[in-house]
């Protein structure tokens, strides 16, 4: 799938539901969901712990001491949110070989979370991120639909990448796509899961 250039998110909202068609996902099937980016209210205002501890949360990308740090950043939203679309493509033949509705049900509610937590990710890209999120945003899925030892392989890239950044960064608690409450970029603190 070759991306088109992103500028709002609505643009990458008409990519996301083109790429659904594309890997023949039936978005009929969660028809009743729908997709959202939602914030909590911060606990804290300010960094607890580390090298930075007691400063304001950094609020923008730009605020963010140096660029190490904000590449890094960047890189690990972008392979949260690769791995999730990801999970959809791998999964998507499963939708109609279910040995049962309740079976299928529940695949249905795990690749819409799934979605959910890459449709999150790619709004912190698009609204945090500039021109590099944007063009990140855009390319989630340029690659096309992928089977399961590419899958893996994202994982792993992810993974690797996760655990270097939490200790550099501090995203501590960090579970991608959840909140992430000690981490000291405001957005992403900010977070929740739908
Ligand atoms: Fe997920």
Same mark, same amino acid.
């Given at each position: 799938?070759?991306?088109?250039?992103?500028?709002?998110?609505?643009?990458?909202? !008409? $990519?996301?539901?083109? =790429?659904?068609?594309?890997?023949?996902?039936? &978005?009929?099937?969660?028809?009743?969901? @729908?997709? !959202?980016? $939602?914030?909590?209210?911060?606990?804290?205002?300010?960094?607890?712990?580390?090298?930075?501890?007691? /400063? +304001?949360?950094?609020?923008?990308?730009?605020?963010?001491?140096?660029?190490?740090?904000? !590449?890094?950043?960047?890189? $690990?939203?972008?392979?949260?949110?690769?791995?999730?679309?990801?999970?959809?493509? #791998?999964?998507?033949?499963?939708?109609?070989?279910?040995?049962?509705?309740?079976?299928?049900?529940?695949?249905?509610?795990?690749? /819409?979370? @799934? #979605?959910?937590?890459?449709?999150?990710?790619?709004?912190?890209?698009?609204?945090?991120?500039?021109?590099?999120?944007?063009?990140?945003?855009?390319?989630? =899925? *340029?690659?096309?639909?992928? @089977?399961?030892?590419?899958?893996?392989?994202?994982?792993? /890239?992810? *993974?690797?990448?996760? *655990? +270097?950044?939490? *200790?550099? $960064?501090?995203?501590?608690?960090?579970?991608?796509?959840?909140?992430?409450?000690?981490?000291?970029? &405001?957005?992403?603190?900010?977070?929740?899961?739908?």
């Amino acid at each position: 799938m070759s991306a088109r250039p992103v500028s709002t998110f609505d643009d990458w909202m !008409d $990519l996301f539901y083109k =790429w659904q068609k594309d890997i023949g996902f039936d &978005a009929s099937h969660i028809k009743d969901y @729908e997709f !959202d980016a $939602l914030y909590a209210d911060p606990p804290h205002s300010e960094i607890t712990f580390g090298e930075f501890k007691g /400063r +304001n949360k950094w609020t923008k990308v730009l605020e963010i001491p140096n660029q190490e740090m904000r !590449d890094a950043l960047l890189h $690990l939203i972008v392979y949260q949110g690769d791995t999730e679309f990801a999970s959809t493509e #791998q999964q998507r033949h499963l939708v109609n070989a279910a040995p049962t509705e309740y079976d299928r049900q529940c695949l249905l509610r795990v690749m /819409r979370e @799934e #979605q959910c937590h890459g449709w999150q990710m790619c709004h912190l890209l698009v609204t945090y991120f500039g021109d590099s999120g944007k063009l990140e945003a855009a390319n989630c =899925w *340029s690659a096309g639909p992928i @089977e399961g030892r590419a899958c893996s392989a994202r994982s792993t /890239r992810r *993974s690797s990448i996760s *655990s +270097n950044f939490s *200790s550099t $960064l501090v995203l501590s608690t960090g579970t991608g796509s959840g909140s992430w409450p000690f981490c000291a970029i &405001a957005p992403l603190r900010r977070w929740r899961a739908a």
